[in-house]
């Protein structure tokens, strides 16, 4: 069965400090995986996109890595702000169909 | 930048009354979804549309859902006769294409509560 876990469920954390969540998944044959930011009560809203081929990707503050052999992908987040406060989505894509495998999220916390 | 609008935001309805959510998708997109996150858990897959056909569906979506796009920019998902655990965010999405670079564009959901 397709699974997604996240570490952790949740996190809080100073404003200005980096962190790293972390993504662990199943799901086969791999096509790809995608990190996503929700804020409460909105649709998620998409950070990065990776294929098999990629290990790293970055958007602003945000770089996530892949690794396709360990089925491993973690999001660091460098330099937080207030408005970094969310859930933190790890989706992974499998190559045959269309429904895409959502873990249960990160839920982050910045404080000042 | 072009979005997801869903509506209504919050729907109460009662149990065993039918609910049709409304969504528009981003213009040039092709391909359609509606998802749903009880509150608490993990967004979860309901059904995906193509080419004014479902192209895959979940266990979830059973006979009391369906999805129509009636006029070229509406995509709207049904339920029959909701049930209590009917109650659950719903998010709309679209993308272009199913490619690997092709980003999922979420609407801001409707939220149902069946009592």
């Known amino acids: 069965k397709n699974q997604v876990e996240q570490s952790p469920q949740s996190l809080i954390i100073l404003e200005g400090k980096n962190c790293t969540l972390q993504c662990n998944y199943t799901v086969s044959p791999f096509s790809n995986l995608r990190w996503y930011k929700q804020d409460t009560g909105r649709g998620p809203v998409s950070l990065t996109i990776m294929t098999f081929s990629e290990n790293t990707k970055s958007n602003g503050r945000y770089t996530a890595t892949l690794d396709a052999d360990t089925k491993q992908s973690s999001l660091h987040i460098t330099a937080s702000q207030l408005s970094d406060s969310a859930s933190y989505i790890c989706?992974?894509?499998?190559?045959?169909?269309?429904?895409?495998?959502f873990g249960k999220g990160t839920s982050l916390l910045v404080t000042p | 930048e072009p979005e997801v609008t869903q509506t209504p935001s919050h729907q109460v309805t009662q149990m065993g009354q039918e609910v049709i959510l409304r969504c528009v998708p981003i213009?040039?997109?092709?391909?359609f979804y509606w998802y749903r996150q009880i509150l608490g858990q993990k967004v979860e897959f309901l059904v995906s549309f193509y080419n004014n056909e479902i192209s895959e569906k979940s266990e979830i979506f059973d006979d009391q859902f369906s999805v129509e796009r009636p006029d070229g920019s509406n995509f709207t998902l049904k339920i029959r006769s909701t049930k209590l655990e009917d109650s659950a965010m719903y998010f709309c999405?679209?993308?272009?294409?199913?490619?690997?670079?092709?980003?999922?564009?979420f609407g801001n959901g409707t939220r149902l509560t069946v009592t």
């Open positions: 999405a679209s993308t272009l294409t199913t490619g690997f670079n092709s980003p999922l564009h």
């Open positions: 989706v992974v894509s499998a190559l045959s169909g269309y429904a895409l495998n």
């Open positions: 213009s040039n997109h092709l391909y």
